[in-house]
């Protein structure tokens, strides 16, 4: 009998070829390649991933963040999530909190050969190609649900949800609805350090944070703040069983 360990990974491998070749949005699609042609000045030399981004992390993580969608000139890049968008960027302000809680080896994430590692925990996007402005359109956050739901099917051990940023909050709720839970009356709504329990069915992560997005509107003007950051994964560690 094959072990559960080499199922889970031939599952996640698989359906991370299906991200990779998803063409179902033709504007993110053509802006990705275009941004992947047309290259920042910085990176020149480089060779664009101009796909879709998979997700990235311990397959068995009972911790699963949730973010909005790649950045241009970072994953649209390195093709790995939260990376290479500069020093200072939203990889690295992230790391530095998941290592500070011990959920990342490293404090950066720079390249994806640079031996960054999760630990118990996963990275996964509601919007899997890079959009225009940072702003998919409702339907492009639709169509990539699929994704979402087919990575989370195969994270059986992932108890608590970090959702980055409001878009991610919603879309984590349209997929426990999906699948069946029950979101109740009033509907849970997002905010920095908010704690919402849903009844979802088994295997399904019931507990969601909020989390502000770290992106550099947030972190430059101290909306965000490194502390703050860290607090939220601290109180998910707390929360996992």
Known sequence: MKPASTDIHDQLAAIRDTIVGCERCPRLRSYCQRIAHDKRRAYRDDTYWGRPVPGFGDPFARLLLVGLAPAAHGANRTGRVFTGDGNGGSGDFLMTALNRTGFAS????????????????????????????????????????????????????AQVVVALGKIAFDVWLRLLKRRGA?????????????????DAPNGVPAIVLGCYHPSRQNTNTGRLTPEMMESVFRKAKELLK
Not at 113 to 131: H, K, N, S
Not at 182 to 187: E, L, N
Request: one cysteine or more; charged letters at 25%.
């Open 106 to 157: 490293l404090p950066t994430s720079s390249r994806i050969d640079d031996g960054l590692a999760l630990y118990d925990a996963y990275i996964v996007m509601a919007v899997r190609c890079a959009p225009p402005d940072n702003a998919p359109e409702p339907e492009e956050i639709a169509r990539c649900l699929d994704h979402l739901d087919a990575e989370v099917a195969e994270l059986a051990r």
């Open 182 to 198: 029950t979101i109740g009356s009033p509907r849970p709504q997002f905010g920095h350090g908010v704690l919402a329990r849903v």
